[in-house]
C-alpha cells in the first residue's frame, strides 16, 4: 500500500511538473534599434516605432511573417471601376483589447484625427492620396470632408482624389493603424500610456520604461490569438550594436534588428545563419541644408557628393552589407523603370576628385580656405565611421569637418523641428514598393521629411502631376524626371542602398528575411 501511494504521488508531481511546463510563460527579448519618440500611431515616423506598433495594432491590412500584404481587420475589399474607391468589409470578430467591437466607424475617426491639423501628424500626407485629406491637414477643410464613410458598422468606403495603385500596400504602413475612439476622447495624448491604452492587435500595452524597455503582453481579445505562440515581448533600446551583439551572444536577446558592420567577418564566421543579411527598400543619405549660405551653391552640393567613394563605403565600412547608391529611388522598385542615376556613376574615383576640387575652387574654397561643415549622425558606430570615411574623402578637397552625435530621438526631433544644421545623416525605408514613396519627401509642403528646406515649384508640379496620372508608364515617366531634378539639385546626396542585418537566435521560428524587412511578433514561436 505504501509502494502504491508513494508511486501515486510521484505520478502526481511529474504531472504536476508537466502541466507547469505546459503553460510556462514564452518570453520573446527584441533588440529594437532606439526607444520610441511616440507610441501615438498618428505622429510617428519610424521604422522602430512601427515594429511595436504593428504588434500593438491592427490595420484594415497587415504584413503576414514574409512581408506580404494580407486581409488584417478588413477580411475583403473591392475597387470601383474608376480606381478611386474602395470598399472594404470588415470582419466580425475583431475586437478591442478591453472586448469593445472593432468597427468602421473607428477608422472613420482615427482617420479623421490624423489629418486633423491640431493632431500634428508629421507623417498625414503619406494619406494625402484619400479624397481632400490635404485640404483637411492644412486646415481648409473640415475633417467630416475627409473621403472616409462608415456604410455600416462591419462596412468601410474611402474616396480618392485619383487612382492609386499603392493604396492598399500604403494601409499597411503604422499611421494607417487605428486608434480606440473612447480612450482618446477620454485620455487625449495620454491615451498611449499602458494604464489608458486599448488596442486591437495581438499584444497589449504592459508598460513603457524610457531608455530600459517596452513590455507588451499577448491580447486574448485578438481575434487570431490562439495561434499567438509568444506571451510577452520586451523590446530594448539599441543603439549601441556592439553592446547589443555581446547581448546576443550571452542569451539576453533573442533578435536584434541590425548589427554593428565592423564586426561583419566576425559575425558570419562565428554567428553562421543567425547572422542574417537581406536586400531592403531603403536609402541611406546625407541631407544638405539648403539654407546654409555654402550650401545654397548646387555646385559646391555636386562636388561633395562627386568625391564620395561609395564602394568604400559599402565595402570597407559596411562590410558589404550595403550596396552604393548613385540614386534615390533604389532600383527595383515597383512602378518605376530605371532610377535617375548620378551622371558620374560609372567614372573613377580619381577622376571624381579632380573634378570636385575644380568645382570647390571655383565656388572660392581650398585647403588654404577651407569649407567649414558639420555633420550630424545619430548615435551608431556605423554612422560615425561612415562620417569618418566621409570627412577623410573631403578633406582635400579643402573642406574641414566636425561632427555632433545625438540619440536617435534627439537626432530627428531636431530635424523635424527644422533646428540648424549643415549636413545630416538620415536614412529613408520604403514604407510602399513605389517611387513616389522617396521622392514626395522633398515636395516643398513635406515639412515632416524635407529635412533639406527644399523648395522647387517646379519638382512639386511634376509630383502633383504623377500623382494625377492614371498611365502608370506615363506616372513613370514623370516621376523619372522628378527625379532627374532631384539628381541635380541634391536636397540629399544618396550614400548607399540599405541591405537589412538581423541577428536572430536559433530559438526562433517564424522570423522570415523578406524587403520590408517587416517582423510581426504574431508569427513567431520561441523554443529554448
Keep these: 500500500m505504501l509502494k502504491s501511494l508513494r508511486i501515486t504521488a510521484l505520478a502526481a508531481a511529474l504531472l504536476s511538473a508537466t502541466s507547469i511546463i505546459a503553460v510556462a510563460e514564452v518570453v520573446y527579448h527584441r533588440g529594437n534599434t532606439a526607444d520610441p519618440e511616440t507610441l501615438d500611431q498618428h505622429k510617428t515616423s519610424t521604422v522602430y516605432e512601427a515594429h511595436i506598433l504593428r504588434d500593438l495594432y491592427e490595420g484594415l491590412v497587415s504584413y503576414s511573417a514574409t512581408g506580404e500584404v494580407i486581409p488584417g481587420v478588413a477580411t475583403d475589399w473591392s475597387i470601383s471601376g474608376d480606381g478611386t474607391t474602395y470598399t472594404f468589409q470588415l470582419r466580425d470578430d475583431a475586437k478591442w483589447s478591453n472586448g469593445d467591437p472593432v468597427v468602421a466607424g473607428d477608422f472613420v475617426y482615427s482617420l479623421r484625427r490624423i489629418m486633423t491639423p ?41 474616396t480618392l482624389e485619383a487612382p492609386t495603385p499603392y493604396f492598399v500596400d500604403l494601409l499597411a504602413h503604422q499611421t494607417g493603424l487605428p486608434v480606440h475612439p473612447p480612450s482618446v476622447d477620454a485620455h487625449g495624448t495620454d491615451f498611449v500610456k499602458a494604464e489608458n491604452m486599448v488596442s486591437n492587435g495581438a499584444y497589449t500595452l504592459a508598460e ?51 548589427a554593428p558592420t565592423e564586426q561583419v567577418a566576425f559575425m ?47 565595402e570597407e565600412i559596411w562590410g558589404g552589407v550595403m550596396v552604393p547608391g548613385y540614386s534615390f529611388v533604389p532600383p527595383g522598385i515597383g512602378n518605376y523603370g530605371e532610377p535617375a542615376f548620378a551622371a558620374y556613376k560609372d567614372v573613377s574615383i580619381i577622376d571624381r576628385e579632380d573634378e570636385a576640387r575644380a568645382m570647390l575652387e571655383a565656388a572660392g574654397f581650398s585647403e588654404s580656405n577651407p569649407l567649414q561643415l558639420e555633420i550630424r549622425y ?29 540619440d536617435t530621438k534627439t537626432h530627428y526631433a531636431h530635424l523635424r523641428d527644422r533646428g540648424d544644421f549643415d549636413i545630416a545623416r538620415a536614412g529613408w525605408i520604403g514604407d510602399y514598393s513605389d517611387p513616389q514613396n522617396f521622392l514626395f519627401m522633398v515636395e516643398s ?81 520561441i523554443s529554448e
Design 118 to 158: 491640431e493632431t500634428g501628424a508629421k507623417y498625414a500626407n503619406i494619406l494625402y492620396p484619400i479624397k481632400n485629406a490635404e485640404a483637411v491637414n492644412k486646415g481648409d477643410m473640415g475633417a467630416d470632408a475627409l473621403g472616409v464613410k462608415a456604410v455600416d458598422d462591419r462596412t468601410l468606403e474611402i
Design 208 to 258: 513603457f520604461i524610457p531608455n530600459a524597455h517596452v513590455k507588451a503582453v499577448k491580447n486574448p481579445n485578438f481575434h487570431d490569438a490562439e495561434n499567438v505562440a509568444i506571451d510577452t515581448v520586451f523590446y530594448y533600446p539599441t543603439e549601441d550594436r556592439g553592446a547589443a551583439l555581446r547581448r546576443f551572444q550571452a542569451g539576453e536577446l533573442h533578435t536584434n534588428n541590425d
Design 268 to 314: 558570419r564566421e562565428e554567428l553562421g545563419d543567425q547572422f542574417r543579411v537581406a536586400p531592403y527598400l531603403g536609402t541611406y543619405y546625407y541631407a544638405l541644408n539648403h539654407e546654409d549660405e555654402a550650401l545654397a551653391d548646387p555646385a559646391v552640393r555636386q562636388a561633395l557628393s562627386m568625391a564620395i567613394d561609395r564602394e568604400f563605403l559599402a
Design 378 to 406: 545619430n548615435t551608431s558606430e556605423n554612422h560615425k565611421n561612415t562620417a569618418v570615411a566621409i570627412a577623410d574623402m573631403w578633406k582635400p578637397l579643402g573642406v574641414d569637418v566636425s561632427m555632433l552625435n545625438t
Design 445 to 525: 509642403d513635406n515639412t515632416g521629411f524635407n529635412y533639406a528646406r527644399y523648395e522647387n515649384p517646379e519638382y512639386d508640379a511634376l509630383m502633383d502631376q504623377a500623382a494625377a496620372t492614371v498611365d502608370l508608364e506615363k506616372r513613370s515617366e514623370i516621376l523619372k524626371q522628378a527625379e532627374e531634378m532631384f539628381m541635380r539639385d541634391l536636397p540629399f546626396i544618396p550614400l548607399m542602398y540599405y541591405g537589412s542585418m538581423n541577428l536572430v537566435s536559433d530559438s526562433v521560428s517564424g522570423f522570415e528575411d523578406n524587403l520590408q524587412n517587416v517582423h510581426p511578433t504574431r508569427w513567431m514561436s
